[in-house]
């Protein structure tokens, strides 16, 4: 799904206008992305984590010479969907209920 796919079910499913329902969308990506360049991980309820991880500087190769070449150290983001995403996928894309906890 793109941005303007997403924008476009906006626009039929909330009926908002198309601009609105653009700048809702570039809204709410530039907060994610603002708060991942501020250092902070982006928590969505029901859809998963976006987390940042630093990874150290290594050694490595270039698969066609064989000349070894370092690759600095970086900070990443990575992605860890929530336990309800993966079931909606394993499960077609129907809407799957969540479970009730058992005590005891």
């Given at each position: 799904?793109?941005?303007?796919?997403?924008?476009?079910?906006?626009?039929?499913?909330?009926?908002?206008?198309?601009?609105e329902s653009k700048r809702l969308v570039e809204s709410f990506f530039n907060?994610?992305?603002?708060?991942?360049?501020a250092g902070e991980e982006v928590k969505l309820h029901g859809f998963g984590n976006f987390t940042l991880h630093d990874k150290r500087a290594r050694p490595g190769r270039n698969?066609?010479?064989?000349?070894v070449v370092p690759i600095t150290a970086r900070r990443v983001v990575t992605?860890?969907?929530?336990?309800?995403l993966k079931e909606?996928?394993?499960?077609?894309?129907?809407?799957?209920?969540?479970?009730?906890?058992?005590?005891?």
């Open positions: 799904m793109t941005k303007q796919e997403l924008t476009d079910h906006l626009v039929d499913t909330m009926r908002l206008t198309g601009k907060t994610i992305r603002a708060t991942l360049a698969p066609q010479t064989g000349e992605f860890r969907a929530s336990h309800l909606a996928c394993l499960a077609g894309g129907k809407p799957c209920r969540r479970q009730p906890r058992r005590r005891g």
